[in-house]
T-cell receptor
Framework: GAVVSQHPSWVICKSGTSVKIECRSL??????MFWYRQFPKQSLMLMAT?????????EQGVEKDKFLINHASLTLSTLTVTSAHPEDSSFYIC?????????????FGPGTRLTVT | DAKTTQPPSMDCAEGRAANLPCNHS???????VYWYRQIHSQGPQYIIH???NNETNEMASLIITEDRKSSTLILPHATLRDTAVYYC??????????FGKGTRLHILP
């Protein structure tokens, strides 16, 4: 149980284009989802927190107009990288917390590797 | 800011117990100790968590000192598949996870 999937697992796009990454909780309802970014040999950095049906809360220094997050249902959140540039190339990982989850775990997706050329 | 201190790297021989320390001297009363690991190019995986009592599950054991200022994650019989970065995180149960730098564990054949 508690599986989180991401699609696509990797994507290559040209500079200036937009890319959408999907995050789904497969066997549970997630009221809260999180988006992280990880550069090579670095730790995960939290980008934003999204609650179903409301606007995402972005961490300091993360451009909300560049990284659009939509959490339209209890099982799906999307991250859209708009006007991507090579410096946006990174490993993007989503995480979900179960609705009413009493133990507080966050379940992580397998990640999406974005390369902007 | 990460509230924990972990050694940057550790080695452990395959088949032996891997003991990963974590210092969290400023832990608050409502904060739990969580451990996650990240195998290369994968998403983090939950391992175990505890508040003040020692905990054990099928993956590992968590030993928390009585003053709760430090803890140790124990992998009882390490295998090559346990090579990963291990993150010790302290947080209230429903708070977001902020990752520190973790410990890179190398299991040696």
């Amino acid at each position: 149980g508690a599986v989180v999937s991401q699609h696509p697992s990797w994507v290559i796009c040209k500079s200036g284009t937009s890319v959408k990454i999907e995050c789904r909780s497969l066997d549970f309802q997630a009221t809260t989802m999180f988006w992280y970014r990880q550069f090579p040999k670095q730790s995960l950095m939290l980008m934003a927190t999204s609650n179903e049906g409301s606007k995402a809360t972005y961490e300091q220094g993360v451009e909300k107009d560049k990284f659009l997050i939509n959490h339209a249902s209890l099982t799906l959140s999307t991250l859209t990288v708009t006007s991507a540039h090579p410096e946006d190339s990174s490993f993007y990982i989503c995480s979900a917390r179960e609705r009413g989850g009493g133990r507080g775990e966050q379940y992580f997706g397998p990640g999406t590797r974005l390369t902007v050329t | 800011d990460a509230k924990t201190t972990q050694p940057p790297s550790m080695d452990c021989a395959e088949g032996r117990a891997a003991n990963l320390p974590c210092n969290h001297s400023t832990i608050s009363g409502n904060e739990y100790v969580y451990w996650y690991r990240q195998i290369h190019s994968q998403g983090p995986q939950y391992i175990i968590h505890g508040l003040k009592n020692n905990e054990t599950n099928e993956m590992a054991s968590l030993i928390i000192t009585e003053d709760r200022k430090s803890s140790t994650l124990i992998l009882p019989h390490a295998t090559l598949r346990d090579t990963a970065v291990y993150y010790c995180i302290v947080r209230p149960r429903d708070d977001k996870i902020i990752f520190g730098k973790g410990t890179r564990l190398h299991i040696l054949p």
